[in-house]
């Protein structure tokens, strides 16, 4: 196995096709696909699955790549220390629950590094998909939460991946909801906790899973809960655009973020003894890398926002 045929594996990967890496590599595609089938006969798998409609990763190519990446970045960074004395590329990829909190630790990230030339991902997913984008390696972190119920599932999902949970800080639960709604209007008066049923009056706002709409993937705590009325969407933007305009609400941690959704809500604490953990998953036998780490520092500083 040499590094030329992890980049040539890599490359085929982004373009799905032989012929479009080949011209990305300035290579021919005979040389190509002799280094994939000779790549892949000392693997003693295949990495892909060759169709009319290009090339596709298998489930063992997938988790390959994902090594695959980290091995070349690594590459670069020793090559830029040592030997080209130049400033590498950096690459990084998060993926997480629908928190703002996290998407703007993200932004504070960029800033605060500066890279002249970076190649970053954030994916604002699906709980299943996180699990699987950090176990492929596709994003080197997950952020998402744990609580009493859905813990103990959570924690031997993650040990069958290879994944680990670290994590950051507990919170209290809250109603994400609109200044302008009524409820919300009359408590931040009182300054008293949400009742359920206050909250019954008003549509319980959801992120859907997909095939994995499961409680113990529900991005939600009390996801077991029956509620009178229930909106289900798959996009952040969509659910506050909900939240305005049919008075929704959404359960959360209570971390405001008006930097990014503007100063148009308010989080209630809700009357429960309920908590949650926020954390991030890594895998079990990877090293978190310096732009890793500095993501950790920068989401961890949350904590001092944590309203209760």
């Known amino acids: 196995m ?3 045929q992890l980049k040539y594996a890599i490359a085929i990967s982004k373009e799905n096709s032989l012929n479009d890496a080949a011209r990305k590599l300035f290579i021919s595609q005979p040389s190509l696909t002799g280094a994939m089938h000779a790549l892949e006969d000392e693997l003693g798998f295949d990495i892909f699955v060759r169709s009319k409609n290009g090339m596709s990763l298998t489930n063992k190519g997938q988790e390959f790549i ?18 080209t004395k130049k400033n590498p590329k950096r690459y990084f990829s998060v993926s997480m629950q629908h928190y703002s909190f996290a998407v703007k630790a993200f932004v504070d990230l960029i800033n605060k590094l500066g890279c002249e030339e970076y190649e970053f991902e954030v994916h604002e997913t699906k709980t299943r998909e996180i ?4 176990k492929n390696q596709r ?5 998402l939460y744990v609580n009493d119920f859905n813990r103990k599932v959570l ?4 040990s069958e991946e290879g994944l680990v949970f670290t994590p950051l800080f507990d919170c209290g639960i809250y109603a994400y909801i609109s200044k302008k709604n009524p409820l919300a209007v009359s408590k931040l008066k009182t300054k008293e906790p949400v009742t359920f049923e ?3 009056e008003y549509p319980c706002l959801a992120f859907d899973q997909g095939e994995y709409n499961s409680a113990y993937y529900a991005e ?3 996801s077991t809960r029956q509620y009178k009325q229930l909106i289900r969407g798959n996009d952040r933007a969509t659910l506050l655009n909900l939240a305005k305009g049919v008075n929704g609400y959404t359960l959360c941690s209570g971390i405001l973020c008006e930097e990014l959704n503007g100063k148009d809500f308010v989080a209630l604490k809700v009357d429960t003894d309920e908590r949650m953990t926020v954390g991030y998953i890594s895998g079990k036998d990877s090293m978190i ?11 961890s500083a949350y904590k001092s926002k944590v309203l209760d």
């Open 2 to 4: 040499t590094l030329n």
């Open 66 to 83: 994902g090594y695959a990446k980290s091995v070349i970045e690594q590459y670069d960074l020793l090559d830029a220390k040592y030997i």
């Open 131 to 134: 699990i699987m984008n950090v």
């Open 139 to 143: 994003s080197e972190l997950g952020v």
């Open 155 to 158: 924690n031997k999902v993650f």
């Open 198 to 200: 206050e909250l019954d």
């Open 220 to 222: 939600e705590v009390l």
């Open 289 to 299: 890398s310096d732009i890793g780490n500095e993501y950790i520092k920068l989401i």
